[in-house]
Structures are given as structure tokens and as C-alpha cells.
């Protein structure tokens, strides 16, 4: 059974005080390793997608990064919009995705 | 840009109703699924389908039904709603397996 787990639960921090969000994963047969942001009341948004270990991606003050076991995404000198959910899911040798549950960033100005 | 629309953003209902929700993409993509968003649950998946009048369980299938007569409309069907129902409830759908999910703006449901 695919599993995800997103740490930390929450996140709170300064405007401009980088950090990073932590997807830790099992799955047999990684097909994608899927970024994506929520904010209050709305559906997910996709951010990246990720294939295979030592890739990365970035966007604007976002990167994601991947190995065999986990993924970082990298949030550098953030600022209060970028406050939001970030989900992780993982895609095996199922038509499902298996999502974790979500890091709440907050970023205060 | 894919666009996944749902029928309402907000929905309150009375125990014992039958609810529709609706889902709508324009991309023709084969895939679509229905989840459920708890607090401290994350996602978790109701139904899904990968073409026109096929339907998969997801992992809390129970008190739910789907239709999908036409590739891009997906439907969830409540069949006697009751509280614990009570939800965001998010429409998904991806052109190819293992693909990106483009999600819909969600409905709140709440069920009196």
C-alpha cells in the first residue's frame, strides 16, 4: 500500500525566513510525486511534478526536489501569499493517487 | 487552461434528502474522481472513472453513487443524506493515468 506523510503539520513563519516542507513516501513503482497548493475554500492547484530521484523543479520562490525516499519543497524568502496548504501525492502502479494530509504554512508579514 | 467546474459552492441539506453534485470539465479528459476533505483527514476518495459509464470504489464508497453518462460530467449522488456527510467536497479530473489532477472549486456541503 502506497503511503505519504507531510511534515510539519504547520508552519508558521516571518515573511522572507526560507524553509523547507518535508514528503516522505512509500510506493511500488514511483510514477510522479505530485506538488499542490491549497488555499482556504478552494480546490488544490497543481504546482509540480516530479519523475524520478535528483530532479527538481522550480517556480518563482518555490522548488521541489525528489529522492528515492522523500521530497523537499523548498520555499525561499517567502512572503504572506505564498500562505496556503501544500499537498503531496504520490502516483504508483494504481489509477489512485495516495495524497498526504498537508502542511498549513503560514507566513506573517 | 482545464477547467473543472462544480454545480454549487455551497450546499445545505436536510437529513433523509437525496443530493446531486455535479461535476463539469472541458478538457476531455478520461479521468475524474470525487473526494471528500475533512479536517484533519485530508483527502480521501469516494468514487472514480477512467471513461464514459465506467465506475471505480474509492476508499469510502459507502452512502455515495456516481454517474458519469458522458465523458466530460461526472456526478455524486447522495442517496439519503446524513450529517456526518457534512464536507468540502472536491471534483478531480486527469487527462492520462498518472497525471496531474486539475481540481474543481469545491462544494460545501452541510446536512441538518
Known amino acids: 500500500e502506497d503511503q505519504v506523510t507531510q511534515s510539519p503539520e504547520a508552519l508558521r513563519l516571518q515573511e522572507g525566513e526560507s524553509s523547507s516542507l518535508n514528503c516522505s513516501y512509500t510506493v511500488s513503482g514511483l510514477r510522479g510525486l505530485f506538488w499542490y497548493r491549497q488555499d482556504p475554500g478552494k480546490g488544490p492547484e497543481f504546482l509540480f511534478t516530479?519523475?524520478?530521484a535528483g530532479e527538481e523543479k522550480e517556480k518563482e520562490r518555490l522548488k521541489a526536489t525528489l529522492t528515492k525516499k522523500e521530497s523537499f519543497l523548498h520555499i525561499t524568502a517567502p512572503k504572506p501569499e505564498d500562505s496556503a496548504t501544500y499537498l503531496c501525492a504520490v502516483h504508483g502502479g494504481s489509477y489512485i493517487p495516495t495524497f498526504g494530509r498537508g502542511t498549513s504554512l503560514i507566513v506573517h508579514p | 487552461d482545464v477547467k473543472v467546474t462544480q454545480s454549487s459552492r455551497y450546499l445545505v441539506k436536510r437529513t433523509g434528502e437525496k443530493v446531486f453534485l455535479e461535476c463539469v470539465q472541458d478538457?476531455?479528459?478520461?479521468?475524474m474522481f470525487w473526494y471528500r476533505q475533512d479536517p484533519g483527514l485530508g483527502l480521501r476518495l469516494i468514487y472514480f472513472s477512467y471513461d464514459v459509464k465506467m465506475k471505480e470504489k474509492g476508499d469510502i464508497p459507502e452512502g455515495y453513487s456516481v454517474s458519469r453518462e458522458k465523458k466530460e460530467r461526472f456526478s455524486l449522488i447522495l442517496e439519503s443524506a446524513s450529517t456526518n456527510q457534512t464536507s468540502m467536497y472536491l471534483c478531480?479530473?486527469?487527462?492520462?493515468?498518472?497525471?496531474?489532477?486539475?481540481f474543481g472549486p469545491g462544494t460545501r456541503l452541510t446536512v441538518l
Open positions: 516530479l519523475y524520478s
Open positions: 478531480a479530473s486527469t487527462l492520462l493515468y498518472a497525471t496531474e489532477q486539475f
Open positions: 478538457m476531455d479528459h478520461e479521468n
